[in-house]
């Protein structure tokens, strides 16, 4: 009895001094309706979101409240396609050779700061060489402050494909990498290279189902991988609760990953009506990255920014990247938001929302890209992407409303993750 009475005794002061947040939210963006609210208080409680009410409603003389009356406040950003890792600089194809992983992770600390401060509260990084599971450590245990981060790791690639570690090497320096490197020839080697990844702590699976833009190879678009292949790294992936994101330019490659059974398309450079069809058909997501291309296109034209075999690529991809989402959006295919930030600066994400209107899909749409679907993909959908009861308290706030001005996502000025305020300017 005495100890009941103190377990009782103990809830009733953890209630008391448990201290929450009543957010005063101008206009809200209801990214489930698709509509804006106006005068909401959003309370939040410990890493939860409790209760959203009518109305501004302050808390107890112990709670906090944060005024953004005159702000549009939204659920924190997803971006699908990030390289936390590195980022884009006229010496980055000589840092492969001097960088060490230390220098890499030190680096990277300063990339993740800024994209969460622009607002994206969650990304999926579709590959470096494995610090990013470091890094996705050290943010998750609050050594370091960054996004909520989902990894491939390192990507998967066949033998001189997109992402071989050792292309453009001196022959000295080529070596044969296999599946434990993410280079894969067969079956065999598929499996192999997925369970490795789960041994390294990733979050899900990406495949270079395509040749690529910078990497020192020649083709920009071939196919890279058999079905076969694709087929047994998508079925090992189920295996671990892992998705699969492929890279893509080419149409044989995209058809053969879709096939496969991949989940996202990253880039659809090339992607025919036919192939935009078989998205639709096998719930595939386009993931447009509109940033890069529009980054490599002006890049490749500075003198020797890339190395000489990259800029004819450039130049013949970059440019089609945002008329291929335009197609894809229009055709029906499922949109889900991604820049590939590291090809261009961390912390400029916010601007891939612009191309996308730009390109035909209504702002508030591509806010519902960034945020209920990208959540569905990543298996999140309870708890990111809304700001409802019982989700995850990652809110964010912009100046102006985005349906009437969607640039103003390139200047957030509030981020809070899982509770806990980052930046309130
Ligand atoms: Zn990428």
Not at 6 to 32: A, M
């Amino acid at each position: 009895m005495k100890y009941a009475y103190t377990l009782l005794l103990i809830l009733i002061t953890s209630i008391t001094f448990s201290q929450d947040i009543y957010i005063h939210s101008g206009k809200l963006v209801n990214t489930k309706s698709g509509k804006i609210e106006t005068e909401k208080t959003i309370v939040v409680s410990g890493n939860k979101i409790i209760r959203v009410e009518n109305g501004y409603i302050n808390g107890g003389t112990k709670d906090i409240v944060l005024d953004l009356k005159d702000k549009t406040v939204l659920p924190g950003l997803i971006d699908l396609h990030v390289h936390i890792e590195n980022e884009t600089n006229p010496n980055a194809y000589l840092q492969k050779y001097t960088a060490s992983e230390a220098d890499v992770a030190y680096n990277s600390v300063g990339f993740a700061q800024k994209t969460l401060m622009a607002g994206f509260t969650t990304v999926r990084d579709l590959g470096g060489t494995g610090v990013n599971i470091s890094l996705k450590k050290a943010i998750n245990s609050h050594k370091i402050i960054g996004p909520r981060i989902f990894t491939a790791g390192k990507s998967l690639a066949t033998t001189g494909g997109h992402a071989d570690p050792t292309n453009g090497n001196k022959r000295s320096l080529i070596g044969d990498p296999g599946p434990k490197e993410g280079v894969v020839n067969s079956v065999e080697d598929a499996k192999k290279a997925v369970r490795q990844r789960y041994k390294n702590g990733a979050d899900l699976i990406k495949i270079t189902a395509t040749g690529g833009v910078l990497s020192v190879a020649k083709s920009s678009s071939n196919p890279q991988f058999t079905v076969e292949e694709i087929k047994a790294i998508c079925e090992t992936a189920k295996d671990y609760g892992f998705h699969v994101a492929a890279h893509a330019h080419g149409d044989e490659g995209m058809q053969r990953a879709i096939l496969g059974g991949v989940k996202t398309i990253e880039h659809g450079t090339l992607m025919s009506e036919k192939t935009m069809d078989m998205m639709k058909e096998h719930n595939a997501y386009l993931v447009p990255t509109i940033s890069a291309g529009k980054e490599v296109t002006q890049k490749a034209t500075i003198k020797d920014y890339y190395p000489s075999i990259i800029v004819p690529k450039a130049l013949e991809i970059g440019p089609k990247i945002q008329n291929t989402f335009k197609k894809a959006y229009a055709r029906g295919v499922g949109i889900a938001f991604g820049t590939d930030a590291g090809v261009f600066a961390h912390g400029q994400n916010g601007k891939e929302f612009g191309f996308m209107t730009e390109a035909g899909m209504p702002a508030i749409e591509t806010i519902q890209s960034a945020t209920i679907t990208n959540a569905k993909i990543l298996n999140m959908e309870n708890q990111l992407g809304q700001i409802a009861t019982g989700f995850l308290a990652d809110i964010i706030a912009v100046n102006e409303d985005p349906t009437k001005n969607i640039n103003t996502m390139e200047d957030v000025v509030f981020v809070m993750k899982e509770g806990e305020v980052f930046k309130k300017e």
